[in-house]
């Protein structure tokens, strides 16, 4: 792994989003639009998400070429792309990139996230009720979510294979799993995986809600402790916008540009549990879990970290603590275990990349970040949460946790380099 | 609603959405292509411009307009027949 980008609720870099992180700063707030979104009130909102602000903020970081190519890019584009494709771009930079030892044919792109212009889809399918003639003429390429892939590989020159990976809030993880798969089976020789944020459609926030998946009742004035994972008084997951990316390549290929190495990925799994269900299945959580040890060639003895998929439901959280204590003993005694949700909230698609990236960036700094809002313990989970506050810790293999409605459970493990 | 702004919506339309042609003298006989813009920008224009003029050329009508006098004939003829 040589490159990594974020634009977070907690920050649009990933200087400020790990300064946040430590910190335990939530990124919760109310609706900034609340006007459809009757129920549901709060969230991780980035409807203000200005580009051409986010350009002049990063300044010199930035040459001005890409900036130029990305303004061009992004001009008609709905907000998902608008806020996944500066997350591309850092991770991309951040690796060096580009690199004339590098070909463009030989790097891919792998998207995941699908259904990622759901509001976008919602308010042309509004405007298209009242004239069909003057809906954005661009919807046709626009409301495909291989739009957001693509103005991402336009703006770096990827040409790679090019595809998307989706399997609702593990999406994350199994695009970074196709991903070193497609580096193993020697169809690149780097692949960008770019975790795409959502655009938060009404519909399915209410829906949510209707399911109780939600958090929606105790917090709506204090959005901020309404991420609670773990806590005693959780009561749903708090969806969010935010975009990851990073940039794999093969070990001999990085080392032979002389590339800054952030991590190993050491090992990837995926498990389904044969379901359409919400409902959370331990028994698959393990085999993912195990299953990504088993590719690194480790055992449970050799992980320090979990970062743990950990939504703030109260059936999630239990069944993934469950888990956690099937695989590495009643009570793992070193093993450290946190929730990032906590602070951003829930990223769905992208929350796998996201996660990893906060997962990546606490075995470089030796230092694990808080779970907040930790106040009323939970007597059945009785892990080391990293309540509240960050602490130092030496890291050197960390394991993180991403699981999806549809019985979708994935994990990747990474290693700290030198 | 005249042909003069008409034009004057179209060329805004331009000069917003096809990027170089902020400075530039837009005339009748040019085409969008001549002016730089490529096929989704040249429907983004057109699309926009018609939304904001409250025009509906059926989509079939449009693509033989090879330039913009004959994109404003359109726009021109359809605003005549809404009128009656």
């Excluded at chain 1, 993880?173 to 690149?188: E, H, K, P, S």
């Excluded at chain 1, 002389?258 to 028994?283: C, F, N």
């Excluded at chain 1, 892990?383 to 509240?388: A, K, Q, R, S, T």
Aim: aromatic share 6%.
């Amino acid at each position: 792994m040589t490159g990594l980008g974020v634009v977070s609720v907690v920050g649009e870099n990933v200087a400020d989003y790990w300064a946040s992180l430590v910190a335990g700063r939530s990124g919760i707030t109310r609706w900034k639009n609340p006007e459809e979104k009757p129920v549901v009130h709060i969230g991780g909102d980035l409807s203000d998400f200005d580009t051409d602000l986010h350009f002049a903020r990063a300044g010199e970081r930035y040459p001005a070429p890409l900036v130029a190519k990305a303004r061009k890019l992004l001009r008609p584009t709905p907000a998902t792309g608008r806020i996944t494709l500066p997350a591309a771009l850092q991770a991309y930079l951040d690796a060096g990139l580009p690199d004339a030892s590098l070909p463009p044919e030989r790097f891919a792109h792998v998207l995941a996230g699908h259904n990622v212009n759901g509001n976008y889809v919602y308010q042309t399918g509004k405007a298209f009720r009242e004239e069909p003639e003057f809906i954005d003429p661009l919807y046709g390429v626009l409301a495909g979510d291989t739009d957001v892939l693509s103005v991402v590989s336009e703006l770096l020159g990827l040409q790679g294979p090019s595809f998307i990976v989706g399997g609702a809030c593990a999406s994350g993880n199994l695009g970074l799993m196709t991903a070193v798969d497609q580096i193993r089976a020697g169809r690149a020789d780097a692949v960008l995986v770019t975790g795409a944020s959502n655009d938060l459609d009404p519909p399915s926030l209410h829906a949510w809600m209707i399911l109780d998946a939600l958090s929606f009742r105790s917090f709506n004035d204090e959005p901020h402790r309404a991420s609670r994972p773990f806590d005693a008084r959780r009561e749903g997951f708090v969806p969010s916008q935010g975009a990851g990316a990073m940039v794999l390549e093969t070990l001999e290929g990085a080392q032979a540009r002389g590339a800054r190495i952030l991590a190993e990925v050491a090992g990837v799994a995926a498990a389904s549990d044969a379901s359409r269900l919400t409902k959370p299945d331990q028994r698959g959580q393990v085999r993912a879990m195990s299953g990504a040890l088993r590719d690194a060639g480790l055992g449970p003895e050799d992980v320090d970290y979990v970062n743990a998929h950990a939504t703030s439901t109260p059936l999630g959280d239990a069944v993934e603590v469950a888990a956690i204590k099937e695989l590495f003993g009643a009570h793992p005694r070193r093993l450290a275990v946190n929730s990032t949700k906590s602070m951003i909230g829930h990223c769905l698609s992208a929350a796998g990349i996201v996660e990893l990236i906060a997962t990546v960036l606490q075995l470089r700094h030796g230092m694990l970040h808080p779970t907040i809002n930790q106040e009323t313990p939970d007597p059945e989970l009785d892990l080391d949460f990293v309540p509240n506050v960050a602490r130092e810790a030496r890291l050197e293999t960390a394991l993180s946790n991403a699981f999806g409605f549809g019985g979708l459970n994935s994990c990747v493990v990474v290693k700290r380099t030198p | 609603m005249t042909r003069d702004e008409m034009f004057a919506t179209v060329k805004a339309n331009i000069r917003e959405i096809v990027e170089g042609t902020k400075d530039v003298d837009i005339r009748e006989d040019q085409s969008m292509r001549d002016l730089g813009a490529d096929s989704l920008e040249i429907v983004e224009v057109v699309s926009r411009s018609m939304k904001q003029l409250q025009i509906k050329v059926p989509r079939t009508q449009l693509s033989g307009a090879s330039n913009l006098k004959e994109l404003l004939d359109l726009f021109e003829k359809s605003a005549m027949a809404a009128r009656g």
